[in-house]
């Protein structure tokens, strides 16, 4: 801080310990920022900033200077809707480019996982059975579009990597993006999702969970793709119908699914998804951000904000994203 003290924040975070997480990420800029549990905190008066993920609906009502709320992550749904957020307060994210790569080797893999149907040599492989695909059945990479739905850090480090395999790339933005990509042709403005899912032989979302695109993937959205199209799910649980990607499975429009968040998480054990052999499961791993790069972009985002300026990294809380 200007004065030489310490900046104060919370942790809060109804599911996570976020010192245990975060504290020796946080512990190079001790000098800083100093973060501590609520029950810790004597004095919630001098609270500035939040280091936040699905706080409590009441969590931010003990602090009224809090000025900052930064999330552990991309993300910042659940910190946007939390009723308590001060209406003043600037919401912050991480941008992260190395989660970019690690989000997008992890969405290329499950693109060959569906266009080569890796499932069938799998089940055959435990069997020890030569089951060879008929290779006229399988259409080359330039002739499988693959649709991404969002097109912000995301979306664009798995268009590079989507691209570079040979496969053309549709991408749905809100706004037309101002810098273009070789392979990739975009759709933007209302309906956007929807006219890249009816051109996408795979679909990969990684949209931001807003009021527009919460439940967008549901049956007639499903029902708009083409027959036997692939989902790559990556964005945010409640994008999705689960209910209605089971129809759209079993009526064949969807052949095969790798799902990587969920409504509820950790997904249940008796979930319908973990046995049926059309769906990859995996536990919203699709690409961790950096502690350590989390750690200084929320030092950076804390010293902004005492200073009356406006971090980077700050998202628009209209916008929701
Ligand atoms: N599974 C995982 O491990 C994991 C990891 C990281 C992130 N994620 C998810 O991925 C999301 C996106 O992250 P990001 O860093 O890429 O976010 P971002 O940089 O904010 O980009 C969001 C993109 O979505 C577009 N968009 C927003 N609403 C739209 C709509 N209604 N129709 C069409 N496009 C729309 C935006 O359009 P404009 O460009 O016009 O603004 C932008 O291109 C996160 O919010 C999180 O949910 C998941």
Same mark, same amino acid.
């Given at each position: 801080?200007?004065?030489?003290?310490?900046?104060?924040?919370?942790? #809060?975070?109804?599911?996570?310990?976020?010192?245990?997480?975060?504290?020796?990420?946080?512990?190079?800029? &001790?000098?800083?920022? $100093?973060?501590?549990?609520?029950?810790?905190?004597?004095?919630?008066?001098?609270?500035?900033?939040? #280091?936040?993920?699905?706080? &409590? &609906?009441?969590?931010?009502?003990?602090?009224?200077?809090?000025?900052?709320?930064?999330?552990?992550?991309?993300?910042?749904?659940?910190?946007?809707?939390?009723?308590?957020?001060?209406?003043?307060?600037?919401?912050?994210?991480? @941008?992260?480019?190395?989660?970019?790569?690690?989000?997008?080797?992890?969405?290329?893999?499950?693109?060959?996982?569906?266009?080569?149907?890796?499932?069938?040599?799998?089940?055959?492989?435990?069997?020890?059975?030569? =089951?060879?695909?008929?290779?006229?059945?399988?259409?080359?990479?330039?002739?499988?579009?693959?649709?991404?739905?969002?097109? +912000?850090?995301?979306?664009?480090?798995?268009?590079?990597?989507?691209?570079?395999?040979?496969?053309?790339?549709?991408?749905?933005?809100?706004?037309?993006?101002?810098?273009?990509?070789?392979?990739? $042709?975009?759709?933007?403005? *209302?309906?956007?999702?929807? @006219?890249?899912?009816?051109?996408?032989?795979?679909?990969?979302?990684?949209?931001?969970?807003?009021?527009?695109?919460?439940?967008?993937?549901?049956?007639?959205?499903?029902?708009?793709?083409?027959?036997?199209? &692939?989902?790559?799910?990556?964005?945010? +649980?409640?994008?999705?119908?689960? =209910?209605?990607?089971?129809?759209?499975?079993?009526?064949?429009?969807?052949?095969?699914?790798?799902?990587?968040?969920?409504?509820?998480?950790?997904?249940?054990?008796?979930?319908?998804?973990? =046995?049926?052999?059309?769906?990859?499961?995996?536990?919203?791993?699709? +690409?961790?951000?950096?502690?350590?790069?989390?750690? *200084?972009?929320?030092? $950076?985002?804390?010293?902004?904000?005492?200073?009356?300026?406006?971090?980077?990294?700050?998202?628009?809380?209209?916008?929701?994203?």
């Amino acid at each position: 801080m200007a004065d030489g003290r310490v900046i104060e924040g919370v942790y #809060l975070s109804e599911v996570y310990d976020l010192h245990e997480l975060y504290g020796h990420a946080l512990a190079p800029h &001790a000098g800083m920022i $100093r973060l501590r549990h609520p029950h810790e905190i004597d004095n919630p008066e001098e609270i500035r900033f939040a #280091l936040s993920w699905r706080p &409590a &609906a009441d969590a931010f009502d003990p602090y009224p200077n809090l000025r900052l709320a930064h999330s552990i992550a991309a993300g910042v749904d659940s910190i946007i809707n939390c009723p308590s957020l001060p209406k003043d307060a600037l919401v912050a994210r991480v @941008r992260d480019p190395d989660q970019g790569d690690m989000l997008a080797g992890f969405a290329a893999w499950h693109v060959i996982w569906h266009h080569r149907n890796m499932r069938h040599h799998i089940v055959h492989e435990t069997k020890h059975e030569w =089951a060879r695909l008929i290779p006229s059945t399988m259409k080359p990479p330039r002739e499988t579009p693959v649709g991404i739905l969002g097109f +912000g850090l995301m979306g664009r480090a798995i268009a590079r990597a989507v691209t570079a395999l040979g496969f053309p790339v549709v991408a749905a933005a809100r706004t037309t993006p101002r810098e273009t990509m070789p392979g990739v $042709r975009f759709e933007s403005a *209302e309906g956007a999702a929807l @006219r890249v899912a009816e051109q996408a032989a795979i679909l990969i979302n990684v949209l931001p969970l807003t009021g527009e695109t919460r439940g967008l993937l549901d049956l007639d959205f499903f029902n708009r793709m083409p027959e036997g199209a &692939a989902l790559i799910q990556l964005g945010r +649980g409640e994008h999705l119908v689960e =209910a209605d990607l089971l129809r759209a499975l079993d009526s064949g429009r969807i052949a095969s699914a790798s799902l990587d968040v969920f409504d509820v998480e950790p997904l249940p054990k008796e979930h319908p998804f973990w =046995a049926d052999e059309r769906i990859l499961v995996t536990p919203h791993q699709a +690409g961790d951000c950096s502690p350590h790069r989390m750690a *200084e972009q929320l030092a $950076r985002a804390a010293q902004a904000v005492v200073a009356g300026d406006t971090p980077k990294t700050v998202v628009d809380r209209s916008n929701g994203y």
